[in-house]
């Protein structure tokens, strides 16, 4: 997993749960982001109880690029409350395929089929843009969630948001071109890292969409020319984010609104 990094864990009522690292800023082209004070927007949201009960189990761990943090009907060892990077979730196809049907960040959390009483995992989930999450043991989190219903009421309400998620990348998928569709995942990716920064590849990216090479050519060249990014060495600057979000499809749009309103009924009801 490479070396571990730097760390102490604060338990704060006001900030939760949060990891100070030391490490030095680095360039995008290393494809990860670093702040002073990082956390989980799930950990976040929790009361000092329930903080307390999952501390002793919490690791903070490395996640280097194209580590696997689930896979495909396989039994689920660790989950993993994500604090910097982006994991891709991944239906995979014979030949070894795969399509991206969905994305999670420092607002989300690895290891959903837990929550719902399962062992494995129906998708493969993938660190597309290399960072850090809070580790713990899939028993350890089974029981913790048996003394924790704030906890599982986070995750459940995060399940359902992923689902929606998940539904709105297949339609987008299936009905919105090229441009429209690189934009929209340039916008969701942005929202989980922050900063202007995008760490990737064209073949990466041809993978993700389930687009040819040729046609991520396309649709960069495309944004590039209208002056909403540029790309070099591997990374993408959003130079207009405003502009991109005009560029894009009403599948971004759906996305960010239905999680907003999710969250704020789960909020009014918690």
Known sequence: MGVPLPHRLILSPVVGLTAQSELPAVSPRSQVITVRQRTNSILHALPRKELTTLQPR?????????????????????????????????????????????????????????????????????????????????NDLTSALETCPVLRRQLQGYAFELAGQSAQIAACNRLHDVNQRMARWLLMSQDRLGGDLVGLTQEFLAHMLGMRRASVNVAIGFLEKSELIDYSRGAVQILDRAGLESATCECYSSIVRHHAMWRKESNHHG
Do not use: D, W
């Open 58 to 138: 919490l690791e903070l761990v490395p996640l280097p690029l194209h580590t696997v943090l689930n896979e495909t009907a396989r039994p689920i060892v660790h989950v993993y409350f994500m604090v910097s990077g982006l994991a891709s979730v991944l239906t995979v196809f014979k030949q070894n395929r795969i399509v991206e049907v969905g994305l999670t960040g420092s607002e989300g959390f690895v290891g959903l089929p837990l929550v719902a009483g399962f062992k494995s995992s129906a998708a493969r989930v993938i660190v597309q843009i290399r960072g850090s999450a809070f580790r713990i043991r899939a």
